[in-house]
C-alpha cells in the first residue's frame, strides 16, 4: 500500500506545472528506478534508487552462487557439516574412517573428537600419558580392537559397557583399581588383558564375558577369583600369576581342561592343586602357604 502511494505522489510530480514570473513551466521529476540497493546483497541493483525489500543475502560462510568461502583445514565448510576431522594435523573422514593408530605421540589427554569416528573399527592408543578415558569412547559402538596399553588410565568410564561389538581389550601397563560393573556387557570379547594394573577386586559381571579365550590378569593385587569363574567355557589362556590370590574355586574346573592357566607367584597352597588343570610349569612355585589351619 505505501509502495503504491508513493507511486501515484511521484505521477502527480511529474506533470506539475510550476509558474514562474507569469509563464509556466513543465518540471519532470528524474525516472525512479526500484530494487535492490543494499550493496551486500545478491541480487544489487546500482541503477536503483529506491529500495524494494527484494534484497536477498548469501548463506554465511557461501558466495551468492553456493560456494563455500570458508573452508577449514580438512575442507570442510566451516558452519557446515563436519565431513572429516583433524586430529594432531591429520584429516580423518568421519564415514569412511574404520581403524586410527595414535601410539607412542605422547598424548596426554584424549581426544575427544574421535568419539565423532562412529565406523571405527580399530583405535590404538597405546604407548601415551592418557589418564583418563572420557563418557564419549561409547559412542564407538562399531569398535571392535581397542589398545589403550602403556598410559596412565586410572578408570574406566561406565560408557564403556556400551562397546558390545568389542573383540579385544588391550589395558595392560595402567593404574587401573577397579572395574565398571556393565564390563560384564561386553560380551562379544574374546581377548581381554589386564595385566599391570592395580586391581584388587574382579566384579562378578566379568564371567558374563563368555565368549573370552585368553584372560590375562597377572601381576595386580587380585584377592580372588570370581566363584563362577567356571563360565568361562571356551577359555583357552588364563594368566593370573603375581597377585595376592590365596584359594581357588572348585569351579575352576569347569573352564576346559585343555585352557592353559599361569598361577605362579601368589599364596597358593597344595590343596588348590586341583588335579582337573593342568598346572605344567606351575609346579616349579606350588606350596607357598601353609593350609593346614584351613
Known amino acids: 500500500m505505501i509502495k503504491n502511494k508513493i507511486k501515484q505522489t511521484l505521477l502527480l510530480f511529474s506533470f506539475l506545472l510550476v509558474s514562474c514570473e507569469g509563464e509556466e513551466k513543465t518540471i519532470y521529476v528524474d525516472d525512479y528506478l526500484y530494487g535492490c540497493t543494499d550493496v551486500n546483497a545478491c541480487n544489487y541493483d546500482s541503477s536503483a534508487n529506491i ?39 591429520q584429516c580423518y573422514n568421519i564415514s569412511t574412517t574404520t581403524s586410527l593408530d595414535l601410539n607412542n605421540q605422547e598424548i596426554t589427554v584424549f581426544p575427544d573428537l574421535i568419539s565423532q569416528l562412529v565406523n571405527l573399527r580399530s583405535l590404538n592408543l597405546a604407548f601415551n600419558e592418557i589418564v583418563e578415558i572420557p563418557e564419549s569412547i561409547g559412542n564407538l559402538v562399531n569398535l571392535e580392537k581397542l589398545i589403550l596399553s602403556s ?13 558390545i561389538n568389542l573383540d579385544t581389550l588391550y589395558l595392560l601397563f595402567n593404574s587401573i583399581d577397579t572395574l565398571p560393573e556393565n564390563i560384564g556387557n561386553l560380551t562379544n570379547l574374546s581377548l581381554l588383558d589386564l595385566e599391570w594394573n592395580q586391581i584388587s ?5 566379568i564371567v558374563n564375558l563368555n565368549h573370552l579365550k585368553t584372560l590375562n590378569i597377572g601381576n595386580n593385587e587380585i584377592v580372588s577369583l570370581p566363584d563362577s569363574i567356571g563360565k568361562f567355557v ?4 588364563l594368566f593370573f600369576e603375581n597377585n595376592n590370590i590365596s584359594s581357588l574355586p572348585p569351579s ?16 597358593l597352597c597344595e590343596k588348590y592343586r586341583y588335579s582337573c588343570i593342568d598346572w605344567g610349569f606351575n609346579n616349579m612355585q606350588w606350596g607357598q602357604q601353609d593350609c593346614e589351619d584351613d
Open 151 to 163: 598410559n596412565e588410565i586410572t578408570t574406566l568410564p561406565n560408557s564403556i559397557g556400551s562397546l
Open 201 to 205: 577386586i574382579l566384579p562378578d559381571e
Open 51 to 89: 529500495d524494494d525489500d527484494s534484497c536477498f543475502y548469501a548463506d554465511e560462510n557461501y558466495d551468492c552462487n553456493g560456494i563455500c568461502i570458508y573452508l577449514d583445514e580438512c575442507g570442510n565448510c566451516e558452519g557446515e557439516f563436519i565431513e572429516s576431522i583433524n586430529l594432531f594435523g
Open 234 to 237: 571356551h577359555l583357552e589362556k
Open 252 to 267: 575352576i574346573c569347569d573352564i576346559p581342561a585343555s585352557c592353559y592357566v599361569v598361577a605362579t607367584g601368589n599364596d
